[in-house]
């Protein structure tokens, strides 16, 4: 994924910060408690799309 769009990228409830996840292809905001996918090297910023965070993911 472009390095300049992790820049420019923030969560699209809270307008937080996003953690990319290499390893499991997700961008994470922890407020929100949500990751959302990479597919294709497209982040899917849809609320419907994301999964819940576990609460180990959480801290």
């Known amino acids: 994924m ?5 820049d ?3 969560c ?3 307008k937080g910060e996003l953690q990319h996840n290499q390893a499991e292809r997700e961008l994470v905001c922890k ?6 996918p990479i ?10 799309e994301a ?3 576990t609460a ?4």
Request: overall charge negative.
């Open 39 to 48: 597919r294709d090297g497209i982040p899917v910023m849809l609320e419907d």
């Open 31 to 36: 407020p929100c408690k949500l990751a959302f």
């Open 51 to 53: 999964r819940p965070l």
């Open 2 to 6: 472009d390095t300049k769009l992790l």
């Open 8 to 10: 420019i990228l923030v």
């Open 12 to 14: 699209p409830l809270c």
């Open 56 to 59: 180990e993911e959480t801290r």
